[in-house]
């Protein structure tokens, strides 16, 4: 159940913002071999200035369709991790337009006991999950 979190530059259309996060989970879905119904996505979208993002000296051209994800996931092999970004790059640019050169991912792990999905409940330590 990652928890994914875009921040973006105002200026995509509701479609374009759906088709971005139906690509993403899409390829969350493979790569991590999650149910299609663990979806839970967060959109924020910032003002052009707001967002600085350089290419940390790899000579990476941003634009305004620069996608930072952050992702918050149980643990996931290497070999998970490098999948996704390759996939992720690869169905951003066929379905949305978005340049590899746009896409920005940072994934922090957690623990089963960092998760509750309500009612105070600890759902993965209970066995619900």
């Not at 978005?98 to 209970?126: H, K, M, Y």
């Amino acid at each position: 159940m990652p928890l994914l979190k875009f921040d973006l530059i105002q200026g995509r259309s509701d479609d374009e913002l759906r088709q971005l996060l139906d690509t993403t989970h899409q390829a969350m879905v493979h790569a991590f071999d999650v149910p299609a119904s663990d979806r839970y996505q967060c959109v924020t979208q910032h003002r052009p200035g707001e967002l600085v993002l350089d290419d940390t000296g790899l000579g990476y051209p941003r634009s305004d369709k620069v996608v930072l994800l952050h992702i918050v996931s149980r643990p996931r092999s290497e070999s998970q991790k490098v999948q996704f970004y390759r996939l992720l790059a690869e169905r951003l640019e066929q379905n949305c337009g978005v340049s590899p050169d746009d896409l920005i991912i940072a994934l922090v792990e957690n623990s089963d006991a960092d998760w509750s999905f309500g009612r105070g409940r600890a759902q993965f330590l209970t066995g619900e999950l």
